[in-house]
């Protein structure tokens, strides 16, 4: 299984937002039921971290991601985007089948 990587672009924005939450803050990326298609992502900021999370990052800008949400994001990259449509997190996920016009939710 490979692990999700976090592009630079990603990272920086994911600093920025860190930024102005408490020091220990990190983002913690899961998996939940629901959406449109089936599962969605979701995104919180934390000051927590479990034993067993994964935490992907560097300097300033961690990522979280739980051990059940992880098979989910094998050799998924999470990216930061800037587009027509607005600036926001995109995951590029292998593992999908379909995934929704907004790309936040997605079917296996």
């Known amino acids: 299984m490979e692990n999700p990587v976090v592009t630079d672009k990603a990272l920086k924005q994911i600093e920025k ?3 102005k939450e408490a020091d220990s803050s990190k ?3 899961s998996i939940l039921g629901g959406g449109c298609s089936g599962f969605q992502y979701k995104y919180d900021i934390v000051t927590n971290r479990n034993d067993d999370d ?3 990052g560097r300097d ?3 990522v979280l991601i739980d051990p059940t949400s992880l098979p989910f994001l094998e050799n998924a990259t999470i990216d930061f985007v800037n ?3 607005g600036s926001a997190f995109k995951i590029t996920n292998p593992n999908t089948a379909a995934e929704c016009g907004c790309g936040v939710s997605f079917s296996m």
């Open 17 to 19: 937002i860190l930024a």
């Open 27 to 29: 983002l913690r990326i």
């Open 54 to 56: 994964l935490v992907l």
């Open 60 to 62: 300033n800008a961690f």
């Open 83 to 85: 587009d027509i449509a």
